[in-house]
Nanobody, 122 residues
C-alpha cells in the first residue's frame, strides 16, 4: 500500500511558475513509476507527465512538453512537477499516481493522491 500526498498548488498569473510535490508513504517508493495527471471541471482526467522507476526516463503530454518537468528524489520519497509558462488552460486539479509502469493511461496506476488545485489567472 502506498499513500500519496500532493502539495504546491495555488493561484498564479499566466506566464508564472509553480512546483508541485507528491510525497509517498508506505512501500518502497523507488520501485514505482510515478505519473502526474490533471482534471479540469467538466473534462476527463488527462495525462501530464510520467517518470520511470528504472532509469528515470520521462514522458510528457504534448500540451506541456517544454514547459513542465517531472523529477523524483528517491531519498525523499517525493516526485515533483515543475510547471513554467503556465497558461489558463493548465488550470485543473493535479493528481500524482504510482504504478508499475510509466504510462499515459490512468488505468496503469494503482495508487492515487487526492489532488492539489492549480488556478491560472489571465
Amino acid at each position: 500500500q502506498v499513500q500519496l500526498v500532493e502539495s504546491g498548488g495555488g493561484l498564479v498569473q499566466a506566464g508564472g511558475s509553480l512546483r508541485l510535490s507528491c510525497a509517498a508513504f508506505g512501500r518502497t517508493f523507488s520501485t514505482y513509476a510515478m505519473g502526474w495527471f490533471r482534471q479540469a471541471p467538466g473534462k476527463e482526467r488527462e495525462f501530464v507527465a510520467a517518470i520511470s522507476s528504472v532509469d528515470d526516463a520521462t514522458s510528457y503530454a504534448t500540451s506541456v512538453k517544454g514547459r513542465f518537468t517531472i523529477s523524483r528524489d528517491n531519498a525523499k520519497n517525493t516526485v515533483y512537477l515543475q510547471m513554467n509558462s503556465l497558461e489558463p488552460e493548465d488550470a485543473a486539479v493535479y493528481y500524482c499516481a504510482a504504478g508499475p509502469l510509466a504510462h499515459s493511461l490512468p488505468s496503469s496506476y494503482d495508487y492515487w493522491g487526492v489532488g492539489t488545485r492549480v488556478s491560472v489567472s489571465s
